[in-house]
């Protein structure tokens, strides 16, 4: 087939969305098709050039309608308005898949929101969790996120800490509750060290916490790490502590710890607790007091740790690249199969 894959944010972006597109493009290269990644994100150090696909960015006005003409499968990563004009000249059946609640931070739809929601009625919807296909008002194929198989258990690194924490430094990932909820284990006479990885605007704000609760020999920042170095890290712990104040759309982030033997706490909102699956446990959106409560439990009790850890393996099978790659592409099929025989 001849894919036509429209993302706004692509790499070097980083992000789930980006990763997401980037893992599923080498997938469908991969199988034999023909792919196309159309972004509006800049180029880097000529990176594209190590793609088995190729990548356009910022197309000129007539190029989107030629690739249009050019593909047999159109698809977007997130509905964009400003790319869908093509299909107006163009009849092509629209894929999407919706990475995230089409609504304002404040939690209101605006009419942008309620223009993308309109245009679900007449797409073939792909929602990345349970949650999301919930809040699109048309039938959708529901098809989890993928994790990058580079994320695994690395022999000869013995865990030696128990918590981890990784994202975005900002409120709506919530590491000040996990602070907070790290306070109250500490008062329970509870011994823990916990390492805090990324990097945003509340870094500074949340250090002072740390210092504050008196968790300074108990708390590391380490600022970004990524590739083999956060592989090896996530290795290193027992537990990823995912707080998000905010209902998370799914959560690739559960995945990678748990293919690296972390069992995952995270909030129950939203999608995350697909992600995590039987591997690990859930609190309530916010609540401080109840993510306390698990991570005591959990410390208090280091064997159960293991029952966790027994279906990571079937857990993440179901979530292979390969796996979801080939989900994809039997939507595909069928609906672009159906269209040429009406």
Known sequence: MKILMYSTLFYPSVGGMETVVLTLAHQFAEGG???????????????????PFQVIRN????????????????????????????????????????HTWYRRTDGSTGW??????????????????????GHIPAKCHIVPNPYRPVFRKIEGITPDREFVFLGRLVSDKGADLLLEALKEVKARGLTFRCTITGEGPEKETLQQLTRQYGLEDQVTFTGTVTGEDLIRLLNRHRIMVVPSRWKEPFGVVALEAIACGCVVVGSEGGGLPEAIGPCGLTFKNGDARE???KLSLLLTNPGSLQQYRLPAAEHLSKHSARQIGDEYLRIFEQHTSSTKNR
């Open 291 to 293: 993510l306390a409560e």
């Open 112 to 133: 942008q929101d309620r223009l993308k929601l309109l245009v679900c009625r007449f797409a073939q919807n792909i929602a990345i969790s349970k949650a999301i296909a």
């Open 59 to 98: 197309p000129s006005g007539s190029q989107l309608p030629d690739l249009t003409r050019w593909c047999e499968v159109y698809y977007q990563a997130c509905i964009s308005m400003k790319a869908l004009w093509p299909l107006l000249r163009v009849r092509r059946t629209l894929f999407v898949t919706h």
């Open 33 to 51: 098709h023909e792919v196309k990644v159309v972004t509006e994100t800049a180029a880097r150090n000529g990176s594209d050039n190590s793609f």
